[in-house]
């Protein structure tokens, strides 16, 4: 009971310091506060912790590496289409790119306190990884179904792999990469059942059917069919390695094994629906 408490109190306090480093009276008039990935915290926590870190690392490494995930979630906000030079929504998106920097900005300077050097190179090699990988994905120029999964794994992933290589945590490195890319494929799912859009779907289109210029949302029953049956296969590969991580891992706490089968129930959920609907 002492260690879940722990573990909660953990949680808390890292949630405290970044709903404190992050407040901006003015930004938070004009664009919406930026979302915590309370996944990403919960599990990032986790990892920390079974590392055995100092209570003084867990909160500094979780603090500056949320910080860092804020930033990049805060930039991806920021609307493909211009708008207007004198509109509301120009200051918008000029505020919500502002943002994104102001966080990183934050991120570097947690590190400075504590001049940890090493890690600042860690994360820094993960934002690139990110950004390049994030570009790819929304340019859809992979060349391969492979290589789109790669990169939409490695935007979702890097920074907690990184880390991860630091500790020469192979089996953590492993769990949490797959873990997040199944928690994204499972959003892109939803977003494309229910809308018919997608970024990543755009990109299984692409690579799928090449010789067709029509829009995603037009495409046929069969080949809306055809390329959830993609996705369900990669998922699918991801739930086993994250299995077999989870036998050679230290029992993890309630809360973060709760939240695992929730995740893993999603896309249940969504396979039965898939199949209902096909």
Known sequence: MIHLQDFHTTIESVRDQLSKKLFHSYLFQNIEAPLVDEDKLLFLVSFLRQ???????????????????????????????????DSTELKQRQLTVLAGTHYSGLFYQQLAHVNDIEMIITLAAGVKEV??????VYRKDTDAIDKLMDSVKLVESSLFSRIADRYGAVVWKDFLSN???????????????????????????????PKSNQDLTKISPEQKKYLLSICERYIDFSINIIEAAMKKLPAMENLTKERLDEILGQHRSVTKKTLEEG
Not at 131 to 136: D, F, G, L, V
Not at 181 to 209: A, H
């Open 131 to 136: 950004n390049e990988h994030k570009i790819s």
């Open 179 to 209: 873990l997040m890319f199944v928690k994204r494929m499972i959003q892109e799912e939803n977003r494309f059942i229910q809308t018919g859009s997608s970024i990543v779907f755009e990109g299984l289109k692409k690579l799928s059917f």
């Open 51 to 85: 590392l055995g870190l100092s209570n003084d690392e867990i909160d500094n490494y979780s603090v500056t590496t949320m910080l860092l995930q804020i930033a990049l979630d805060t930039h991806d906000n920021v609307q493909n289409s211009m708008p207007e030079e």
